[in-house]
Nanobody, 122 residues
Framework: QVQLLESGGGLVQAGDSLRLSCAASGRTFSSYDVGWLRQAPGKEREFVAAIRWSVGNKYYADSVKGRFTISRDNSKNMVYLQMNSLKPEDTAVYYC???????????????WGQGTQVTVSS
């Protein structure tokens, strides 16, 4: 019931920044975690960041903590991921995702978008 559409990916150099956006529609997020997963070539999909919608708590993977910031705009049903100090190892397809509490931490989701490519060159 939740439809997600992410955008904002692109090709950047190491050290640069990008902001990803996710537009959501359909079912509300009140009982969900909403955030971002990513999948690099040859690797499994992994957790990046999430917001526990009911309380606004934020969670980050250790690999991005201090560099990425997740935020939301409730009035616009938007979720954002500000990515700073990008590294080549951040190269992946990034997916906006929603799921029951804890699901995103496992790299899984109940709903996700089509993905947006982020490529970081050295």
């Amino acid at each position: 019931q939740v439809q997600l559409l992410e955008s904002g990916g692109g090709l950047v150099q190491a050290g640069d920044s990008l902001r990803l956006s996710c537009a959501a529609s359909g079912r509300t997020f009140s009982s969900y975690d909403v955030g971002w997963l990513r999948q690099a070539p040859g690797k499994e999909r992994e957790f990046v960041a999430a917001i526990r919608w009911s309380v606004g708590n934020k969670y980050y993977a250790d690999s991005v903590k201090g560099r990425f910031t997740i935020s939301r705009d409730n009035s616009k049903n938007m979720v954002y991921l500000q990515m700073n100090s990008l590294k080549p190892e951040d190269t992946a397809v990034y997916y906006c995702a929603a799921g029951m509490p804890g699901v995103l931490f496992l790299g899984r989701a109940d709903s996700w978008g089509q993905g947006t490519q982020v490529t970081v060159s050295s």
